[in-house]
């Protein structure tokens, strides 16, 4: 059982790794303004992901991946809207605690502000007063 347990977590950490990589590649793409031409290639890496999230990814994972795509459907794609960043935040911190850090103190404006720079007048920019206090 302990082999099942190492080779799924393996899984796990490949595929939540590859959703890391991908929205790097999105804010990069982003930043250079090359989003629209990157987006079928960041698309099928979504994709591939999705497929690998319903096998390997924890409820909690899951779940925070289902309110990110709804909120994703109200905005724009590739949108920096508060909102959508949030919740992909919150998928980035449910990936941390299923890999084994459950205590993790970091809130989705930390995350944020590891590549925004000014983080509260981003925040505050948002339509939802709930978005400057998430944690």
Same mark, same amino acid.
């Given at each position: 059982? &302990?082999?099942?347990? $190492?080779? @799924?977590? *393996?899984?796990?950490? $490949?595929?939540?790794?590859?959703?890391?990589?991908? =929205?790097? !590649?999105? +804010?990069?793409?982003?930043? &250079? *303004?090359? +989003?629209?031409?990157?987006?079928?290639?960041?698309? $099928?890496?979504?994709?591939? @992901?999705? !497929?690998?999230?319903?096998?390997?990814?924890?409820? *909690? =994972? =899951?779940? &925070? =991946?289902?309110?990110?795509?709804?909120?994703?459907? *109200?905005?724009?794609?590739?949108? &920096?809207d508060p909102a959508v960043l949030v919740t992909?935040?919150?998928?980035?911190?449910?990936?941390?605690?299923? %890999?084994?850090?459950e205590e993790t103190s970091l809130t989705a404006?930390?995350?944020?502000?590891?590549?925004?720079?000014?983080?509260?007048?981003?925040l505050s920019e948002g339509s939802s007063s709930? %978005?400057?206090?998430?944690?």
């Open positions: 059982m &302990a082999e099942y347990q $190492k080779r @799924f977590n *393996e899984r796990k950490w $490949k595929a939540y790794m590859g959703f890391a990589d991908t =929205v790097r !590649g999105v +804010l990069e793409h982003m930043q &250079a *303004e090359t +989003l629209d031409e990157e987006m079928p290639s960041l698309t $099928k890496r979504l994709f591939d @992901f999705m !497929g690998q999230l319903w096998i390997v990814g924890s409820d *909690e =994972v =899951v779940d &925070a =991946v289902v309110r990110w795509r709804k909120v994703g459907q *109200e905005h724009e794609a590739g949108s &920096a992909l935040s919150d998928i980035l911190i449910a990936m941390r605690r299923d %890999l084994g850090n404006r930390d995350l944020l502000s590891t590549f925004i720079s000014d983080i509260d007048r981003a709930s %978005l400057r206090t998430r944690d």
